[in-house]
């Protein structure tokens, strides 16, 4: 089992963003955690215009009322779960992370606005600052995904991507202690990108078939070794040959997949953002919530 304190979820109040909040009530119930629910009131809001100036308290309480009369008709529909308000005015990145240090938060959720992928996550730029920021896991749920999966009633099928790094190591430790808590059917899959699969075929065409299927058998093995004991009769592994996003989003359609859970690479993760992830680009595409193990993320798992 996961066990965490609490769960944070971060809504800018839209309705996309608001996507996010029933799939971390789902999540808090049943790791028996708090829900901690926060919206922070971006700074820049409350500057003074011309000779004018929003008083800040005041502010802060009307947004209040108004947040809290929302999420308590969001909430209602979802019983069994403790959850409070956080509402603060800041720089929104800063503010978050104040917020899951505040409550020794172990998961951070929120939605993105998928036109622009992670570059316009939950508050535009503030995601790129909280995946570089951030020392627990991040789930991202698509801001157009459909109402009745972004509750997740229930989550019987997820699948981590695996690329062998220190930071997929970490994505296994959290994506096998949710299939635990979850009793989810669990998939590790790789993906044999295209300059390798470029090498393979510039060889002898006798070689290749021999060449492809030796290197299928290693990534197979190497991916059932992270497999833990008591999850490995019912483990799936797959081996595919691509564009990560795309075969990973392709088997995740055709099996159900519920989640994907991938690691990230701190400050190469920001770097890449320019020319897009693979992350990134499975959140553009719109299907699945994506759990994002920064590099110090790290589960405090242990079997039920």
């Not at 999420?71 to 409070?84: K, R």
């Not at 979850?182 to 990108?193: G, M, N, Q, R, Y």
């Not at 393979?200 to 492809?212: H, N």
């Not at 290693?218 to 999850?231: F, S, V």
Request: hydrophobic share 45%; glycine share 6%; net charge negative.
């Amino acid at each position: 089992m996961i066990s965490i304190p609490a769960v944070v979820c971060a809504t800018d109040l839209s309705e996309g963003s608001n996507k996010a909040i029933p799939l971390a009530a789902y999540i808090a119930k049943s790791l028996k955690s708090k829900l901690v629910v926060t919206h922070i009131i971006d700074l820049p809001a409350v500057t003074p215009y011309g000779e004018t100036m929003v008083d800040p308290q005041e502010l802060k309480i009307r947004v209040e009322q108004a947040t809290r009369t929302q999420l308590t008709d969001i909430l209602a529909h979802i019983d069994g779960v403790d959850w409070e308000l956080h509402i603060s005015i800041g720089y929104p990145a800063k503010e978050i992370q104040n917020v899951v240090n505040e409550v020794s938060a172990g998961l951070l959720v929120a939605a993105t606005h998928v036109r622009s992928g992670l570059e316009r996550l939950l508050l535009g730029s503030v995601s790129r600052k909280l995946i570089n920021t951030l020392t627990v896991p991040f789930l991202i749920v698509p801001g157009s995904l459909p109402a009745d999966r972004s509750s997740l009633h229930r989550t019987e099928s997820i699948m981590i991507a695996c690329d062998f790094s220190e930071d997929a190591v970490k994505a296994i430790e959290w994506g096998t202690a949710f299939a635990r808590t979850f009793s989810a059917k669990l998939t590790l899959a790789t993906v044999i990108e295209q300059g390798q699969l470029n090498q393979i075929l510039t060889m002898d065409p006798q070689r290749e078939l021999a060449v492809a299927d030796r290197l299928i058998e290693d990534l197979t093995a190497r991916l059932k070794a992270y497999i833990p004991d008591d999850l490995k009769d019912s483990a799936t592994t797959m081996v595919f040959a691509g564009h990560p996003h795309e075969e990973l989003n392709k088997y995740a359609i055709l099996n159900h997949i519920d989640m994907i859970v991938m690691g990230v690479h701190g400050r190469g993760f920001i770097e890449n953002l320019m020319v897009g992830s693979t992350t990134d680009r499975l959140v553009r595409l719109g299907q699945f919530p994506v759990l994002a193990v920064c590099g110090a993320g790290r589960a405090d798992a242990q079997k039920s």
